[in-house]
Every structure is written in C-alpha cells, then in structure tokens.
C-alpha cells in the first residue's frame, strides 16, 4: 500500500511540473509585455506620436516578447491627462488531457504631470 501511494505522490508532483512548464512561460510572457507597456507609455505620453505609429510601437515589443498581437487587439487612447494603452489576446494551451484558449490582457496608463 506504501508504494502505490509514493507511486500516486510522485505522479502528482510530476504532473504539476508539466503543468506549470505549458503555463508559466505564457504569463512571463505577459508579465514582460506589461513592463514594456509601461515603458512606452511613459515615453510617449508627451510626444505628438500617432495612434498608429504607437501601435507598431507595441506590436514590436510584444514580439520580441514572443506575443503575437495584430493592430486591432491593441486600443490606443490619448486624453489631455496621459496616455492608455490596453492589449488583449489569447493564447492556445495544450496541455494533454485539456487544450484551452487563455485570454491575456496587459494594461498602462501614464499620467502626465
């Protein structure tokens, strides 16, 4: 009984790593857009940068932070306070007993001074 109950134990552990190696890069993934998007929101908030161009911008980044984005998953929005920046996406988890899509979002918003 001693070793059935080892042998469940270390499924369970081994389990639990396999999904934490499918889940974590996802969301450091997310966590490394929401840092960049902090950081393009400070540096654009007082330039005269089009919605556009800032979109690129951000397309960029959340390549390099291997994140697929396409321009209409990014929202854009300039008031005379500062400049928000709001992305929405979902991304294919396949794990495998279940798949799943996961939606992420990352937000910023800079006030200006």
Do not use: C
């Given at each position: ?6 042998l ?15 889940l ?29 161009d ?50 992420l ?9």
């Amino acid at each position: 009984m001693g070793k059935i109950k080892g042998l469940i134990g270390l499924a369970v552990i081994v389990g639990a790593f396999y999904v934490a190696w499918i889940l974590i890069p996802p969301w450091f993934h997310n966590t490394q857009l929401q840092d960049d998007l902090d950081d393009i929101a400070r540096r654009n908030s007082y330039t005269s940068m089009t919605e556009d161009d800032i979109k690129k911008i951000v397309i960029t980044k959340a390549q390099d932070d291997e994140v697929k984005l396409k321009e209409d998953q990014i929202v854009i929005t300039r008031t005379a306070n500062g400049l928000a920046i709001s992305v929405k996406y979902r991304v294919h988890v396949d794990i495998i007993v279940h798949e799943w899509d996961w939606d992420l979002a990352a937000n910023s918003i800079n006030k200006r001074i």
